[in-house]
């Protein structure tokens, strides 16, 4: 099958990426799904709407965020030129809120008052929380139990900002179990609550919508470099949880056939010890959360948990989108340990005084290799998608160091 | 001949003046014999359909009781081969109840789809629930069915509005499962007055027989259920009387008590009063 030149027509109307997308939901929340993408479809065309997210990005979010040459960074590895897109400058701190401004004000358009999503680092429950108490609404946030305890900065900010927190018992009260969990709550609340959900997966038209708002970093990052270099990257990397930074980077790219995109997934102890959350470099095809996508899953198709020190990329799928660029082999994507994340995240500390996520410090940890293989007259840039704040505590427990 | 078998059961329901008892259990929990006890309990005291749990890990549209159910059958090692082995185990004696696989789309997904239902029609399973299969994503299915008359089931619920009807109906059989509220298995409490016209649009779309399910409970409620549709659904009350035996009761405790509850269901489900 020639697919060039047709990596920016997916989804297709059954909202499938090739073999993969769709919309695996109960009974009860199809004609949701349904009227949420004749919504967006009308959102799409309205350039109101459109006028709004441009406003709050710029004056609320304080976009665009800036295209940052690492300079030292580039020396310290000595191939090609590193460029952050600094989306950890955003308001609260990372990508996700590019995301939850789009759905929200969906949520507006179609009435709804109520707004509930899961989180795992709680990152998108921050968002989700910030971009609520802006506009007034009820936001409900699901969160692994096991997650409450460990993020619990994140867990005291969302409370400030208004939100309700359902820790999640079920399952392991991990991010998966919250989803399940803000799923249930939907078709329970269907007439009230729209569902926000925090990345590029779920059901259709949630891949979609999400990317799109996402899109704005590589639109972004293609401009900024054009004026910069007066050329494309020849390659743009992202860590990948569900994958909703890294589509946004690499969407605005996909036709540009020369620019590699590679995304990182995480590792964990390693994909061959079984505990790690890299569900494309150790997974298979299955349905989980409303789309088909690769999964990890035992022989039975039993959904195993993930595992990763950060947890927002602590989550055994993948957005469908991915699993369709990676079989297709337009995008590349490399693995991070644990151990090589949190020594990425301080070498970025010490070069560049820029304290990163753990979760784009896992693709901070790939770059060198990808930055040698390449030679210093090729350009990389990386999304450095959230900041690290909210890591330094678990950061210092993993390294022995009592605060 | 499974859909006849399916047709039969509701036929003679109505031939009885009733609506049909079908009753919901998670296979293996809290292990394989206990299930197949329970199954010739629920048949013995006059369930007309049994729906057969398959576990899953993640079971987006079930509450807490059932969600525990699926957890103790995982942790006994439960996979959806030993559900299709127990299906068998059961259809070696009984050759008329329509047994209903109901489970998520993920480990049959895995087996693969053909695969699947070649096992399950010789298991003598007579037709699936796959909550997360809507219309739209069961072709594969519905192809993988079609040499072996397995019923695809589908589910109809509070959302589903007129239009919406047709497409769940379109390529249905079997029976329809109304879900009589919005909301997880267990939760809510339906009330019949409600649901009586989603529950008719449904039978005049489909032409198929109706069952009402999620939050049934009581003989009571069965009762008020009954004179509504042409079946109904009791799980949560089952899985939880189930449930007892991880505080200690044993099996023969639970098998009783799910007999009788199946009795106390059964004689309320009569149309023509009986029981008022
Ligand atoms: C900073 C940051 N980066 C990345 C992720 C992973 O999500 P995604 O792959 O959707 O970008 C998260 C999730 O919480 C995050 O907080």
Same mark, same amino acid.
């Given at each position: 099958?020639?697919?060039?030149?047709?990596?920016?027509?997916?989804?297709?109307?059954?909202g499938?990426?090739?073999e993969? @997308?769709g919309?695996?939901?109960?009974?009860t929340?199809?004609?949701?799904?349904l009227?949420? +993408?004749k919504?967006y479809?009308a %959102?799409q065309? /309205?350039?109101?709407f459109?006028?709004?997210?441009d406003d709050?990005?710029k004056h609320?979010?304080?976009?665009?965020s800036?295209l940052y040459?690492a300079?030292?960074l580039?020396?310290h590895?000595g191939?090609a030129k590193?460029?952050f897109?600094?989306?950890?400058?955003n308001?609260t701190?990372?990508?996700k809120?590019?995301n939850?401004?789009?759905?929200v004000?969906l949520a507006?358009?179609?009435?709804?008052k109520r707004i509930?999503?899961?989180?795992?680092?709680?990152q998108?429950?921050v968002a989700?929380?910030?971009v &609520?108490?802006?506009f007034g609404?009820q &936001?409900?946030?699901?969160m692994g139990?096991?997650?409450v305890?460990?993020?619990?900065?994140?867990v005291f900010?969302?409370?400030?900002?208004g939100?309700?927190?359902v820790?999640v018992?079920?399952?392991t009260?991990?991010l998966k179990?919250a989803?399940?969990e803000?799923?249930?709550?939907?078709v329970t609340n269907v007439d009230?609550t729209?569902y926000?959900i925090?990345?590029?997966? $779920?059901p259709h038209p949630y891949?979609?919508?999400?990317?799109?708002?996402q899109s704005?970093i590589?639109?972004?990052?293609?401009?900024?470099?054009?004026?910069?270099?007066?050329r494309l990257p020849?390659?743009?990397m992202? &860590?990948?949880?569900?994958?909703?930074? %890294?589509?946004?980077?690499?969407?605005?790219f996909?036709?540009?056939?020369g620019?590699?995109?590679?995304?990182?997934?995480?590792? $964990?102890?390693g994909?061959e010890?079984g505990?790690h959350?890299?569900?494309?470099?150790g997974?298979?095809?299955?349905i989980?959360?409303?789309?088909r996508?690769y999964?990890?899953?035992?022989d039975?198709?039993?959904i195993? /948990?993930?595992h990763?020190?950060?947890a927002g990329?602590?989550?055994p @799928?993948i @957005?469908?989108?991915?699993a369709?660029?990676?079989?297709?082999?337009?995008a590349?994507?490399?693995t &991070?340990?644990?151990?090589e994340a949190? +020594?990425a995240?301080?070498l970025c500390t010490?070069?560049?005084?820029?304290?990163?996520?753990?979760e784009?410090?896992h693709?901070?940890?790939?770059?060198?290799?990808?930055?040698?293989e390449?030679g210093?007259?090729?350009i990389i840039?990386?999304?450095?998608?959230?900041?690290?704040?909210?890591?330094?505590?678990s950061v210092?427990?993993?390294?022995?160091?009592d605060? | 001949m499974?859909?006849? #078998?399916?047709?039969?059961?509701f036929?003679?329901a #109505?031939?009885d003046?009733r609506?049909?008892?079908?009753?919901?259990v998670?296979?293996g929990?809290?292990d394989?014999?206990?299930?197949?006890?329970?199954?010739?309990?629920?048949?013995?005291n006059?369930?007309?359909?049994?729906?057969?749990?398959a576990?899953?890990?993640d079971p987006?549209?079930?509450?807490?009781?059932?969600?525990r159910a699926?957890?103790?059958s995982?942790?006994a090692?439960?996979?959806?081969?030993?559900?299709?082995?127990?299906?068998k185990?059961?259809?070696e004696?009984n050759?008329?109840?329509p047994l209903?696989?109901?489970?998520?789309a993920?480990p049959?997904?895995?087996?693969?789809y053909?695969?699947? !239902?070649?096992a399950?029609s010789?298991?003598g399973?007579?037709?699936t629930?796959i909550v997360?299969?809507p219309?739209?994503?069961d072709?594969?299915l #519905?192809e993988?069915?079609a040499?072996y008359?397995l019923?695809?089931i589908?589910?109809?619920t509070?959302?589903?509005?007129? !239009? #919406?009807?047709?497409?769940v109906?379109d390529?249905a059989s079997?029976?329809l499962?109304?879900?009589s509220?919005?909301?997880v298995?267990g939760?809510k409490?339906?009330?019949?007055s409600d649901? !009586?016209p989603?529950?008719?649009?449904a039978?005049r779309?489909?032409g198929?027989?109706?069952?009402v399910?999620?939050?049934i409970?009581?003989?009571e409620?069965?009762r008020?259920?009954?004179?509504?549709s042409?079946g109904?659904?009791?799980?949560?009350?089952f899985?939880d009387?189930?449930?007892?035996?991880?505080?200690?009761?044993?099996?023969?405790?639970i098998?009783?008590s799910v007999?009788r509850?199946?009795?106390?269901l059964?004689?309320?489900?009569?149309?023509n009063?009986?029981? !008022?």
């Amino acid at each position: 099958m020639d697919l060039r030149n047709t990596w920016d027509k997916w989804p297709d109307a059954n909202g499938r990426f090739g073999e993969f @997308g769709g919309r695996y939901v109960a009974e009860t929340l199809m004609p949701l799904i349904l009227d949420l +993408e004749k919504e967006y479809r009308a %959102a799409q065309k /309205d350039p109101e709407f459109q006028a709004q997210m441009d406003d709050l990005w710029k004056h609320y979010v304080g976009r665009p965020s800036p295209l940052y040459f690492a300079e030292r960074l580039t020396d310290h590895f000595g191939g090609a030129k590193i460029y952050f897109k600094r989306d950890e400058l955003n308001h609260t701190g990372a990508h996700k809120i590019n995301n939850c401004l789009g759905q929200v004000l969906l949520a507006m358009r179609m009435g709804k008052k109520r707004i509930i999503a899961e989180t795992g680092a709680g990152q998108h429950g921050v968002a989700t929380a910030t971009v &609520c108490a802006r506009f007034g609404l009820q &936001c409900v946030v699901f969160m692994g139990a096991t997650d409450v305890e460990r993020q619990k900065p994140n867990v005291f900010r969302m409370r400030l900002l208004g939100a309700e927190i359902v820790p999640v018992e079920s399952g392991t009260g991990t991010l998966k179990d919250a989803m399940n969990e803000a799923l249930r709550d939907w078709v329970t609340n269907v007439d009230d609550t729209f569902y926000c959900i925090g990345t590029a997966a $779920g059901p259709h038209p949630y891949p979609e919508l999400v990317r799109d708002f996402q899109s704005i970093i590589g639109r972004e990052a293609k401009e900024q470099m054009l004026e910069r270099e007066g050329r494309l990257p020849d390659a743009v990397m992202a &860590c990948i949880g569900g994958g909703s930074n %890294a589509i946004g980077l690499f969407h605005p790219f996909v036709e540009d056939e020369g620019v590699r995109l590679i995304g990182v997934e995480a590792s $964990g102890h390693g994909v061959e010890t079984g505990m790690h959350a890299a569900a494309l470099n150790g997974g298979k095809p299955g349905i989980l959360h409303g789309n088909r996508t690769y999964l990890l899953q035992d022989d039975d198709g039993q959904i195993i /948990d993930a595992h990763s020190i950060s947890a927002g990329l602590d989550y055994p @799928g993948i @957005g469908p989108e991915h699993a369709f660029l990676r079989d297709s082999g337009r995008a590349e994507y490399l693995t &991070c340990t644990d151990d090589e994340a949190l +020594e990425a995240f301080q070498l970025c500390t010490r070069l560049e005084g820029i304290i990163p996520a753990l979760e784009p410090s896992h693709a901070l940890a790939r770059i060198g290799e990808v930055a040698k293989e390449m030679g210093p007259d090729q350009i990389i840039i990386m999304n450095l998608c959230g900041r690290g704040d909210k890591d330094i505590f678990s950061v210092a427990g993993h390294l022995g160091i009592d605060m | 001949m499974p859909v006849s #078998r399916i047709s039969a059961a509701f036929d003679k329901a #109505r031939s009885d003046g009733r609506s049909a008892l079908v009753s919901y259990v998670m296979a293996g929990d809290p292990d394989l014999e206990t299930s197949y006890q329970v199954l010739n309990a629920l048949v013995d005291n006059g369930a007309d359909v049994i729906e057969l749990g398959a576990p899953f890990t993640d079971p987006m549209a079930d509450g807490p009781s059932i969600q525990r159910a699926g957890q103790r059958s995982l942790k006994a090692g439960t996979t959806l081969k030993d559900v299709l082995a127990l299906a068998k185990r059961f259809r070696e004696t009984n050759q008329t109840t329509p047994l209903i696989l109901m489970g998520y789309a993920n480990p049959v997904h895995l087996m693969g789809y053909e695969t699947f !239902a070649g096992a399950a029609s010789d298991a003598g399973i007579d037709g699936t629930i796959i909550v997360d299969l809507p219309p739209e994503e069961d072709m594969p299915l #519905r192809e993988a069915y079609a040499p072996y008359e397995l019923a695809v089931i589908r589910l109809a619920t509070p959302t589903t509005h007129e !239009a #919406r009807m047709k497409t769940v109906a379109d390529g249905a059989s079997g029976f329809l499962y109304y879900v009589s509220v919005t909301g997880v298995t267990g939760a809510k409490k339906p009330v019949a007055s409600d649901i !009586a016209p989603g529950v008719q649009s449904a039978q005049r779309i489909s032409g198929l027989p109706v069952c009402v399910g999620f939050g049934i409970k009581t003989g009571e409620q069965a009762r008020e259920m009954a004179a509504i549709s042409d079946g109904v659904v009791v799980g949560s009350a089952f899985v939880d009387i189930i449930s007892e035996m991880e505080q200690g009761k044993s099996r023969e405790e639970i098998v009783e008590s799910v007999a009788r509850l199946t009795r106390e269901l059964s004689s309320g489900l009569n149309r023509n009063g009986g029981v !008022a």
